[in-house]
């Protein structure tokens, strides 16, 4: 999943960064209000996680705009305020959850993992290709029947792809949804990940329906 982070504490917000990268998802990381509202202006989030007290104003306000979006990203407030009072503000502004720091990353972790299997509007449906069923709230993928074991940046890149089913998702698409904006690795990492997700969907006699389009990218097809 994509997420932002919006955290001025630069070591806090580097290690919520990896610590969610390390779990699978494509994590941005902003340190003012200002870069967060660039941030999602481009960028399609499934989760923000929000640090309220920002150098340039008050992350409630971001949580607030966020929620006049027709799908929202869920937001996870994270605040060093510990009253009461905060908390409910963060709740009435539209966050989904909220976890006081100091926090324990495993905790943020477990917190991230409930808000993002949390149904919303059946956005989370089963979703088929042929003999191929993804499960985005199980985080299962099986072929015929059986599963097919995938890492976590294997799974997002072939949901990304069954969700634009017939249509041709190109290399950029695939990076900027599967990995981060910051991503400097290896040029080759989409072909590299398309050609694992096809060997460990490929059975004999019926190869994984992933097609590449020469030039372009790739399509997945009934
Ligand atoms: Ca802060």
């Known amino acids: 999943?994509?997420?932002?982070?919006?955290?001025?504490?630069?070591?806090?917000?580097?290690?919520?960064?990896?610590?969610?990268?390390?779990?699978?998802?494509?994590?941005?990381?902003?340190?003012?209000?200002?870069?967060?509202?660039?941030?999602?202006?481009?960028?399609?989030?499934?989760?923000?996680?929000?640090?309220?007290?920002?150098?340039?104003?008050?992350?409630?306000?971001?949580?607030?705009?966020?929620?006049?979006?027709?799908?929202?990203?869920?937001?996870?407030?994270?605040?060093?305020?510990?009253?009461?009072?905060?908390?409910?503000?963060?709740?009435?502004?539209?966050?989904?959850?909220?976890?006081?720091?100091?926090?324990?990353?495993?905790?943020?972790?477990?917190?991230v993992r409930a808000l993002l299997r949390r149904p919303d509007d059946a956005r989370s449906p089963l979703l088929r290709v042929g003999d191929i069923e993804l499960d985005p709230a199980a985080h299962a993928v099986r072929r015929r029947g059986v599963m097919v074991p995938l890492t976590a940046r294997e799974f997002a890149m072939l949901h990304f792809l069954i969700d634009r089913k017939g249509q041709v998702v190109t290399r950029t698409e695939l990076l900027e949804a599967v990995w981060d904006s910051n991503y400097d690795g290896l040029s080759n990492v989409v072909d590299v990940h398309v050609a694992n997700v096809r060997r460990k969907l490929d059975l004999p006699g019926n190869p994984a329906p992933i097609e590449t389009v020469r030039g372009v990218g790739y399509r997945i097809e009934d």
Do not use: W
């Open 1 to 111: 999943m994509r997420v932002l982070v919006v955290e001025d504490d630069i070591s806090l917000g580097g290690v919520v960064q990896r610590g969610l990268g390390e779990d699978g998802h494509a994590v941005d990381l902003e340190r003012t209000l200002a870069g967060a509202r660039r941030a999602v202006a481009i960028n399609a989030y499934h989760l923000v996680v929000l640090d309220l007290g920002l150098p340039d104003g008050d992350g409630l306000a971001l949580c607030r705009e966020l929620h006049e979006n027709e799908r929202p990203p869920r937001v996870l407030v994270l605040t060093a305020r510990d009253a009461t009072g905060d908390k409910v503000l963060g709740l009435d502004a539209g966050a989904d959850d909220y976890l006081t720091k100091p926090f324990d990353f495993a905790e943020l972790g477990a917190r």
